[in-house]
Nanobody, 115 residues
Framework: QVQLVESGGGLVQPGGSLRLSCAAS????????MSWYRQAPGRQRELVAT????????NYADSVKGRFIISRDNAKDTVYLQMDSLKPEDTAVYYC????????WGKGTLVTVSS
């Protein structure tokens, strides 16, 4: 069955960096675009970034442009989110989503930005 497993979250100080990973299995990873979403406490889940199946096209939410980079390694069935210059407002649970015909979600990884 399809599995998406996020990792790499944690506690980081403002201005710091984290790299999230999402390991996929159970489907042909290289065929599908992938996205990262996040959900802060008391807020709706929001789209952070999307990458095409080849990695040749990416899109970002305005709030993270210039600070976050989405990438993928189709040989490893993994999508990444490099997060730099982190701010307290980036605190959230981060989820990866497979843009398959029936979308699949991971269980999320918590990122806390605090001094």
């Amino acid at each position: 069955q399809v599995q998406l497993v996020e990792s790499g979250g944690g506690l980081v100080q403002p201005g710091g960096s984290l790299r999230l990973s999402c390991a996929a299995s159970g489907f042909t990873f290289s065929v599908y675009a992938m996205s990262w979403y996040r959900q802060a406490p008391g807020r709706q889940r929001e789209l952070v970034a999307t990458i095409s199946n080849t990695g040749g096209s990416t899109n970002y939410a305005d709030s993270v442009k210039g600070r976050f980079i989405i990438s993928r390694d189709n040989a490893k069935d993994t999508v990444y989110l490099q997060m730099d210059s982190l701010k307290p407002e980036d605190t959230a649970v981060y989820y990866c989503k497979a843009l398959t015909r029936v979308p699949y979600w991971g269980k999320g990884t918590l990122v806390t930005v605090s001094s």
